[in-house]
């Protein structure tokens, strides 16, 4: 058996993960639950992940692990190279931290979800769309202040935090996708774009690209 990757095309979660499996050379079969139809709250998913969210990965052995940075980690701790974080506790800390603004504080109040909330308290789409591009455009903002306020040792290279991508540009890439669906103005975060760039050159990144994917539209 082959690992199983719950996906959905524009889902910036699943889209860490495809980065993620692409940098490690790893393998897994893509299934498809469309969010904006609701499959991923049918019965048979949720006995894989309770969440209803995806990606869900489905290891070899039948284990399920959910939450992309979790995975992400996961991939990194079994298939060490290319590393995806670096070794000092303190840059470790420091990507982690990046990595968590994006996942925990940008992108954990703007997705889906949240957005039909918003919407189901009464807020047309064009105010929940509103909502979405606050969030991310404020989040972000703090984002090229991390890069810019990083160590002398981490400004070694074109990514976020070095000379090689890590988890942190991992995390950028989907949510720069995102902000540009929401219309947010990039144009004050150089370093970002910079990151997104040298990434976006790079085979793993641009073959998890939701684009890119079978089940796009």
């Not at 524009?10 to 498809?32: P, Q």
């Not at 940075?69 to 990507?95: F, G, K, Q, S, W």
């Not at 989907?174 to 219309?183: D, E, I």
Request: glycine residues 6%; neutral net charge; hydrophobic residues 50%.
């Amino acid at each position: 058996m082959s690992m199983i990757l719950w996906d959905y095309w524009r889902s910036t979660a699943a889209y860490r993960v495809r980065i993620a499996l692409n940098l490690k050379g790893l393998r897994a079969e893509h299934r498809v639950r469309h969010l904006r139809r609701g499959e991923q709250r049918e019965a048979a998913f949720l006995a894989v992940n309770p969440q209803g969210l995806v990606p869900a990965l489905v290891l070899e052995d039948g284990t399920v692990l959910t939450q992309s940075l979790a995975i992400c980690e996961y991939l990194d701790e079994t298939h060490p190279e290319p590393p995806l974080l670096p070794r000092d506790p303190i840059a470790r800390a420091r990507v982690r931290a990046f990595a968590q603004a994006i996942a925990a504080e940008i992108h954990a109040v703007q997705n889906l979800k949240v957005l039909n909330r918003v919407k189901a308290l009464g807020h047309d789409q064009a105010a929940a769309n509103a909502w979405a591009h606050d969030v991310i455009a404020e989040g972000l903002a703090a984002c090229e202040a991390l890069v810019r306020d990083r160590p002398e040792a981490s400004k070694e290279g074109p990514f976020c935090f070095g000379a090689a991508p890590g988890l942190a540009d991992i995390a950028l890439v989907p949510q720069l996708y995102n902000a540009r669906r929401f219309g947010v103005d990039l144009g004050a975060m150089p370093l970002l774009a910079a990151a997104e760039a040298a990434c976006l050159a790079l085979p793993a990144f641009a073959a998890a690209a939701p684009e890119r994917q079978a089940d796009a539209e």
